[in-house]
């Protein structure tokens, strides 16, 4: 039950729906938008936000969603059901576009089943074949129109047409420049049309010197348009081919519309899909302006809202190029009812806003601006009393109105609502209001209702130290400054401070001192007191902060010493086994020139002893040299894509084979096809070609970005100023150029070089047009001639 009737207006709600309304793109969309409403099923809610979450993570992923023509034909769609009843050519048109759209949605639903099962689910209700639609597109042109080739009477009523008009023009043009030559027509007139005929401009006192049929005249009566006698056969054979042509296409306009009568029960869950997705497209597009996402949803009642944001509220600030102070929450079965307090313009009613507004769009099926890590239920019952209610129809005060909300409360309230009540208590004599206020409380909270109050009421604030499920919080008030913070602080009441802003607003000293004797001096003491140990709370909470800032900067530090630390063991166990390779291989080096002194020792019959034990002393030292076997540096492991099944098509990914590159199809032709590869297009040749699984290539990118970023320390280490691209072919050449200027930026670097050799200049000319299109590529430009001269490119970066 939602308490009062006009509870979306009072919340807000009635702009969202508008702002959704204008998200859609048709009014197959939008009708759904109308029609949303509360629901307090748990089992019935979750698809509906579980849809909205997926179609969301459709637009953070990039891939491509067919965005337009969703049009609705349910105007004339039923009309098939009529025996010889037709569409025209813009209704067909409407069908052809419509059903591309909703072919494109199936199959991207097919693709990607795993990625977005509960939308699936929405797809595995439809039965819609492409036959209809190829049907139609084989008669139906890009503009609307039958085209000529849809069936061979209408081609050749075309052809006769076209022939005839030829004819007709020609001779309409002779006898034209015949009355032009002699003055019987106006300046700067031409040809034209009357009544589907064509027709020569003559001049009123000359029109007996052209024989022929007189159509029209001018406004002025100073010219008439003649039919000559001459193109009158002419113009009667085309009008009569004009008639057939417009039975031929009657005719196959009728056969094509009786193809969509058998698919009429199909069609209409095929436009109610389309009509969903249109709906669920214009949630998520608002759920993106908004910053809002899927919290963790349970089936009980539970508020637990992290980072809260009042949606109508942030983009408004949005447009001022101001934030929205966000909004911690929680209430639960021990914790259900939060009574807040604080200065008037301090943000309470805005508090009690966003909740309402949340809990409601939540329970219509629409993500919300909170942390992703927030908790939130369901409630059965949402009641608000907010804002001046007076009725004038109805002879009510605005304390009437109120006290009428607070009847239908009690009268429905259970442990499944969720009551929001602004300013519980005023519109009448404090004392009084405040006493029936705190009772109509106490019975509340009897019933186990949920609720948020704001308050100015002593009593109320004292309502939470009396009962031990109810929560105390204020808004934050800046005591030097007199400016309200716009901040709840759970565990506390607030103060109004409505002495200290009178005082900043200027009332004279002498009445505030009054006041202040009037209010009693243990009472203002009492406020004095309460924001004093507010202003405490908040600076030791302050302190705090900074000393986890720090303790998180030592914590950061720490981590990059042993970072530090463990790769400067690997660097140096490398070097010392690059060291001994080294010297490995210079002693083999020199045992192969002592093994040839040998055997030229041998050969000239020397002492046998003393060959073997320099041969001995030789091993020996070989040995000495030999590397640690485990030392060894692991080899990178190379990403293995697998190749998919079925032909190659636009769109797909696809591996050059005896190749790691990757690229993505762009356009095919018969025998090859034109691809991305990083920056660069290439046309590659089909048969060089393999397909690849677009979700394995997600997953394995996802897996190679993990697994093979590198520390900032080692990149830095590793780095050289210069790369050289030589012998490379251009799109490898532009992929390390890429990466090369990607560390470059990274690592702080005002200029590198790229190493890529004179030949032709071609590479050259390649890398530098690339590079061209960056900003942050400052210039470009040759090496000094002693060190390279235009075989290499000096790139200054910004």
Not at 11 to 18: L, N, P, Q, S
Not at 145 to 151: E, T
Not at 289 to 295: E, M, N, R, W
């Amino acid at each position: 039950m939602i308490l009062p009737l006009d509870f979306e207006q009072r919340i807000g709600f009635d702009k969202v729906r508008e702002l959704i309304s204008a998200e859609c793109s048709s009014n197959l969309g939008q009708a759904i938008v109308d029609k949303m409403g509360f629901i307090h099923k748990f089992e019935k809610l979750q698809p509906l936000l579980l849809q909205t979450d997926e179609f969301l993570k459709i637009f953070q992923s990039g891939e491509y969603f067919p965005s337009g023509n969703f049009i609705d034909v349910s105007h004339f769609i039923k009309r098939a059901k009529v025996t010889g009843a037709f569409f025209s050519e813009d209704e067909f048109f409407d069908l052809k576009l419509s059903l591309k759209t909703i072919l494109d949605c199936i199959s991207f639903f097919d693709e990607f089943e795993e990625e977005y099962p509960t939308l699936f689910s929405l797809r595995k209700a439809v039965n819609l074949e492409p036959a209809l639609y190829k049907a139609i597109d084989a008669k139906i042109d890009e503009k609307g129109n039958l085209r000529n080739n849809a069936s061979p009477a209408l081609q050749q009523i075309r052809s006769d047409i076209f022939k005839a008009q030829a004819q007709l023009r020609k001779q309409v043009e002779k006898i034209y420049k015949e009355a032009s030559a002699n003055k019987y027509t106006p300046e700067d007139a031409s040809i034209t049309v009357r009544d589907g005929r064509i027709v020569i401009p003559v001049l009123a006192e000359y029109k007996r010197r052209v024989k022929g049929f007189i159509h029209d005249q001018s406004g002025t009566g100073q010219t008439v348009y003649i039919e000559p006698t001459e193109a009158l056969e002419l113009n009667n054979e085309v009008r009569e081919l004009q008639y057939a042509e417009r039975r031929e296409i009657v005719k196959i306009l009728t056969q094509l519309t009786a193809l969509v009568k058998p698919e009429l029960e199909n069609l209409e869950k095929a436009y109610r899909f389309l009509a969903i997705l249109d709906f669920i497209r214009a949630k998520a597009r608002f759920a993106q302006k908004i910053g809002a996402v899927l919290p963790q949803l349970e089936n009980s009642r539970i508020i637990e809202y992290r980072n809260a944001e009042h949606p109508l509220l942030k983009l408004s600030l949005a447009e001022q190029n101001k934030k929205v102070i966000p909004l911690s929450i929680q209430l639960k079965g021990d914790k259900r009812i939060l009574i807040i307090s604080g200065p008037n313009a301090g943000g309470k009613s805005v508090a009690l806003k966003t909740v309402g507004l949340l809990q409601f769009m939540l329970q219509c099926g629409l993500l919300i601006p909170v942390h992703p890590d927030s908790k939130c239920g369901i409630f059965s019952n949402l009641f608000i009393d907010i804002g001046d209610q007076q009725s004038i129809e109805n002879d009510l005060s605005t304390y009437s109105s109120h006290l009428q909300n607070m009847k239908n409360f009690l009268l429905n309230s259970n442990k499944q609502t969720l009551f929001l009540i602004d300013e519980f208590g005023t519109g009448t004599e404090p004392r009084f209001g405040g006493a029936i206020a705190e009772s109509i409380l106490e019975e509340l909270y009897s019933q186990k209702a949920f609720g948020v109050i704001t308050t100015h009421y002593d009593n109320i604030k004292n309502f939470a130290v009396k009962n031990q499920n109810v929560i105390k919080g204020a808004m934050k008030f800046d005591e030097r400054n007199l400016e309200p913070l716009y901040e709840l602080e759970i565990g506390k009441p607030g103060s109004s401070f409505a002495i200290e802003v009178a005082e900043k607003m200027g009332i004279p000293p002498a009445i505030l001192n009054k006041a202040k004797g009037k209010i009693g001096t243990e009472r203002v003491n009492y406020d004095k007191l309460l924001n004093q140990l507010g202003k405490e709370k908040r600076e030791l909470e302050a302190k705090i902060k900074e000393i986890q800032k720090r303790e998180g900067s030592l914590e950061k530090s720490a981590q990059d010493y042993d970072e530090l630390n463990e790769f400067l063991k690997t660097q140096k166990k490398q070097i010392i086994i690059e060291a001994k390779q080294e010297a490995k291989s210079i002693i083999k080096e020199a045992n192969k020139r002592v093994e040839q002194a040998i055997r030229e020792i041998k050969e000239s019959q020397a002492d046998k002893e003393r060959t073997k034990k320099a041969r001995k002393q030789l091993t020996d030292y070989d040995q000495k040299m030999e590397p640690p076997v485990e030392s060894k540096p692991p080899r990178p492991i190379k990403p293995s894509f697998k190749p998919a099944d079925g032909n190659i098509k636009v769109g797909d990914y696809v591996k050059i084979k005896g190749q790691d590159t990757i690229g993505e199809v762009l356009a095919l032709g018969q025998k090859e096809a034109e691809i991305m590869l990083g920056e660069l297009k290439s046309k590659i040749k089909l048969n060089r070609l393999e397909r690849m699984s677009k979700t394995a290539i997600k997953k394995e990118k996802k897996k190679s970005f993990s697994g093979t970023s590198t520390g900032m320390i080692e990149r830095s280490t590793n780095f050289k100023h210069q790369i050289d691209v030589r012998g490379m072919r251009a799109e490898e050449a532009i992929q390390a150029v890429d990466r090369f200027i990607d560390d470059a930026m990274v690592l702080g670097y005002n200029e590198v070089s790229i190493l890529h050799g004179r030949g032709d200049g071609i590479l050259r000319r390649f890398i530098r047009d690339y590079l061209r299109q960056y900003n942050y590529v400052k210039s470009l430009k040759n090496e000094h001639e002693e060190r390279g001269g235009d075989g290499i490119t000096l790139v200054g970066l910004s």
